[in-house]
Each structure stands twice: as structure tokens, then as C-alpha cells.
């Protein structure tokens, strides 16, 4: 995600009879193109099919969802993320009232029909206002393919978060039930936090039939242009078939016909960027510009981009941007603003299509991770896109970054789960600014070429994966000959004795 208090005002910061199950998912999806070091995806562990069905005058999603996977224990989870949203749920506070500003109307999503291999099974919710829904797994199957069917009803939340809507579209992010993800220290059953983006997902096959009434039209993590779209007559309601291969989640946008894209490749890549009609045509021509342009920096500097279509979808919100795989959601006010953080935020989502997107990691526990690393490559695409242009972005990182040393005190760190920022200043100012700014520093010390060199060695190593904080710095003591730990204590866990044995580590790397 992306946001900052200061610059942008406000937070700124029914499986039907007859799907086809053998379905070869040929062609469509985008698993084909590597390139140079890049390694081929391996095969998706996990499987979603849905069929859904939008009603978007009650703003209401229907669908079933069959999901198959291996099972790791007797039991599996899945996040229902629209049940924070519930009227029982207590979203007071300042830091809620930042991510869903002070209008809203509650939402979530209840869940029938529950079934394992065909065999039905109570509905148990779990968590707090039901964010979880828990399966219970015969023992007997374990290691094997197992599959977990369901039915759902959506009633989508309004407010000016990930899951949304407005009288001109409906963005849905975080919104179908999701596998948790059980890692070395169990299973991860975090709550949707009101602070950082608190996802952690495995890569997965995703196919949806996506069932449209007349007059709307879509952008998703899957492949619309190639998407079998079939009408019906006279009511004209439109099918989309949709598949989308290797990626963490599936989000989309129903939009109505005052959208328009924008489209261009990038290489074999289609990037669409979808606007209103009386948006500044300058402005949206700049963002669509950048969305190309930083597709093609990042593929070049760090992994080709495997996928065949990347979206960016203006949406409603106060969020900034927010990134999923193969789309991303952009504030709507940024298509009307000729100020240069509309492009930074593009950059920033595009970035992400790397750092969370490919490459995978606890967004709750170590959100430096993505988000450091992210928001390093916007500043150094932005430099290099336009140094002068640039100047104010990188500013204003730089000074955040010295801001934080004042959480030393606090003993707040930039390597601290999400539940534990007090604020979202203190989230910017750490998880953005200063992990942003400990990877500038090494590229102004070392030079670009060097630092995205050991970068890439990061991504080949964990594309399709997920990454650790732990490895990152394995990664930098192997590469430099010495250990980098007295950098990332410095940096990261503002452990500001160290900055001497910091800099000697930046130094001594720098000469060897
Ligand atoms: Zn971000």
C-alpha cells in the first residue's frame, strides 16, 4: 500500500454442473515468459475456482468457491477478510478512521454449504466478528489433493477502504475466502489490521466465471483480454471466463461505462490503465506513462515480469494505492492532480509486483520486507525517470528516515509486526522511510549496478516463494564477504550504536 500524511491530504498515506475441472489452462495464463536468471514457477500447490455473481445495485457478490490443495494438517483456515467490516465489529479509533474514513456502512461474508471430497461439513467460524472460517480435514487424506467447496454471500462494505465501491465502480480487494497460511511457526491467522497491509498468501491457480449484469465492465488479477467473455440476449449480461496463474490472490474492479483504458505493451505484457471520462487526459497519459515505463525498469533491474496483462484501475478510497497481483488500485483524486505523487504512487504499486507479488513474504510480521524494498525502487525508477522531478519524493523519504531514529527510544522498530505501530506516522516513518532509505544508502554507496545485482540473487532465489528478513541479511553477509548484521541493527532495529560498524560494513564492501 501506499500512503502519507503529508503530501496527499486526507490519509494518504455455484460451482456449476459442468465446470470443467480439467480444463487444461493452456495459453491463457501467464506462466511462460522468463527470461536471463529467471527461474520457472513451480506448480502452483493450491487451486481456487469460483463462480460468482455481482449484483451491483445491492452491492452484493453470490458465489461458490471449490478450492483444492494438499493438506498440512488435520484442519485448514480461511481469512474471510470482509468480516472485519461487520456492524459488530469495532473499527473506532483514529487509525481505522484513516483507512475507512467516518462514512461507512458494514459488510461481510457468510459462508454455506461447506463441504470436504463431497462430504458436508458444519460451517465454524473463528476469530473475532467470524474473520476466519475453520475446515476440519480427515486425517487419513493427509499429503493428498484435498478439496474444499463453499458458497458465499458478499455484501460488500462501503467505506473508503480496499472493499468498496461508488456510483461508478466496485473494487474488490481481499475479498474472497483465502487459504491461511501455515509456515515453520504455525498456522498464521492474523486479523485485519487497521495499520500496514496485514496479507500473507501462497501462490495459486486461480479460474473465475464472473457473472456481470448489462452496462459494467471488469479489470482483474486474471487475463481479460484474452478472457472467453459469452452474452446474454436480450438482457445482455455478460460471462467472463478468467484465469490467472502463479499469484497470491485474485482482486478486480467492476466498473460502468464511464471507464475507458489506456493500453500498451511491454514487451509481451499488456498494461492497461483504466480512467473516467473527464479525467485530465495529460495527467492520465503521465500515469499510464509510468506504469509502462517502471513495468519495464523493475523487469529489467530485477526479473522479467512473467504475467501477460498488469492493470491499474482508478478506484474510490483515500488508501493511496493498493497492490495485488497483476492490478492495482490507484485513488481516484490522482487522476486529477498534476502533482508528481500520482506517479510515485503508480511506481510504488508497480514495485510491488515484485516485492509482495513474486516475491512473497509475512506482510504482518516483517512488512520492511515488501514495503522497504518497494518503496527503494520507486525512488531509484522516479531518479532515473526524472532526477529533478524525483528530488521531492526522495526528500521527503530521507527525512522521514531521520524522524524515526527518534522511535529508538520507544523501542520501536522498523522490524515490528504490524499490530504493533501505535499510529500510521510511525508506520510511514519506519516501514517506508527508513527501509527505503537503508537501500538508497547502499545504492549511493555502491552504485546501483552492485546493490540490484545482489537484489536479483534475492528475487531468483524466492520468486514464486516466500521470503525472510532472516535470509535477506544471509544473502548480504554472503554477497559482501562480511556480515551484514551490524548494518540492518543500525538500520532496521534503530540500534544507533551501530551506525560506526554500519558504515564500516558499507565501506569495507564498497572497497573490496
Ligand atoms: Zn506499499
Given at each position: ?14 460451482v456449476l454442473a459442468g465446470f ?7 495459453s491463457l495464463a501467464g506462466a ?417 549496478e552492485r546493490l540490484h545485482q ?59
Amino acid at each position: 500500500m501506499w500512503r502519507n500524511r503529508w503530501v496527499l491530504s486526507v490519509v494518504v498515506g455455484v460451482v456449476l454442473a459442468g465446470f470443467l475441472w480439467e480444463k487444461p489452462w493452456t495459453s491463457l495464463a501467464g506462466a511462460g515468459d522468463y527470461s536471463g536468471k529467471s527461474q520457472e514457477p513451480p506448480p502452483a500447490q493450491v487451486t481456487y475456482r469460483a463462480d460468482v455473481w455481482m449484483d451491483m445495485k445491492e452491492r452484493v457478490v453470490t458465489g461458490t468457491l471449490a478450492v483444492r490443495f494438499a493438506p498440512q494438517d488435520d484442519k485448514a483456515f480461511f481469512h474471510l477478510y470482509p468480516n472485519a467490516f461487520q456492524s459488530t465489529a469495532d473499527l473506532s479509533g483514529v487509525n481505522w478512521e484513516q483507512v475507512l474514513g467516518k462514512q461507512r456502512e458494514p459488510g461481510g461474508i457468510t459462508i454455506t454449504d461447506v463441504r470436504v471430497d463431497g462430504q458436508a461439513v458444519d460451517v465454524v467460524y473463528a476469530g473475532k466478528t467470524n474473520t476466519l472460517l475453520r475446515v476440519p480435514l480427515p486425517v487419513s487424506k493427509q499429503l493428498r489433493q484435498t478439496e474444499v467447496e463453499m458458497s458465499f454471500r458478499l455484501q460488500v462494505p462501503y467505506n473508503n477502504g480496499r472493499l468498496s465501491f461508488n456510483d461508478h465502480a466496485m473494487w474488490l480487494g481481499n475479498w474472497l475466502p483465502i487459504l491461511s497460511v501455515k509456515d515453520a511457526d504455525g498456522w498464521r491467522l492474523d486479523p485485519y489490521s487497521s495499520i500496514g497491509d496485514p496479507f500473507y498468501s501462497s501462490m495459486a491457480n486461480y479460474h473465475l466465471r464472473v457473472h456481470l449484469p448489462a452496462g459494467f465492465q471488469l479489470a482483474t488479477s486474471g487475463i481479460e483480454s484474452v478472457a472467453v467473455v459469452t452474452e446474454t440476449r436480450p438482457e445482455r449480461r455478460s460471462t467472463y471466463e478468467l484465469d490467472a496463474w502463479n499469484v497470491r490472490d485474485f482482486a478486480m474492479v467492476i466498473m460502468d461505462d464511464t471507464y475507458r483504458q489506456t493500453s500498451s505493451k511491454v514487451g509481451d505484457t499488456t498494461v492497461n490503465t483504466w480512467w473516467q471520462l473527464g479525467d485530465d487526459p495529460a495527467i492520465v497519459e503521465r500515469l499510464h506513462q509510468v506504469a509502462s515505463k517502471s513495468l519495464a525498469y523493475y523487469s529489467e533491474q530485477f526479473s522479467a515480469y512473467p504475467y501477460k496483462e498488469y492493470d491499474v484501475v482508478k478506484t474510490g478510497g483515500f488508501f493511496g494505492g493498493m497492490e495485488y497481483p497483476c492490478i492495482v488500485f490507484i485513488q481516484d483524486d490522482l487522476f486529477n492532480r498534476n502533482a508528481p505523487m500520482g506517479e510515485a504512487v503508480v511506481a510504488h504499486e508497480t514495485a510491488h509486483q515484485w516485492f509482495y507479488g513474486l516475491i512473497g513474504n509475512d506482510e504482518v510480521r516483517e512488512a520492511w520486507l515488501d514495503e522497504g524494498l518497494t518503496d527503494y525502487a520507486t525512488m531509484a525508477f522516479l531518479e532515473q525517470l526524472d532526477a529533478d522531478r524525483a528530488k521531492g519524493y526522495i526528500h521527503l523519504r530521507l527525512s522521514q528516515s531521520r524522524a524515526a531514529e527518534a522511535y529508538a527510544t520507544r523501542g520501536l522498530t522498523a522490524w515490528h509486526s504490524v499490530e504493533q505501530y501505535p499510529d500510521w506516522k510511525s508506520y510511514n516513518d519506519l516501514v517506508y522511510g527508513r527501509a527505503g532509505v537503508m537501500w538508497w544508502t547502499l545504492k549511493e554507496a555502491w552504485g546501483a549496478e552492485r546493490l540490484h545485482q545482489i537484489l536479483r540473487n534475492y528475487v531468483t532465489e524466492h520468486q514464486y516463494r516466500q521470503a525472510s528478513g532472516k535470509r535477506l541479511v544471509e544473502i548480504f553477509s554472503d554477497a559482501s564477504g562480511a556480515d551484514a548484521t551490524p548494518f540492518f541493527d543500525y538500520w532496521l532495529g534503530l540500534k544507533l550504536d551501530k551506525a560506526t560498524l554500519a558504515e564500516e560494513w558499507v565501506k569495507r564492501v564498497k572497497h573490496e
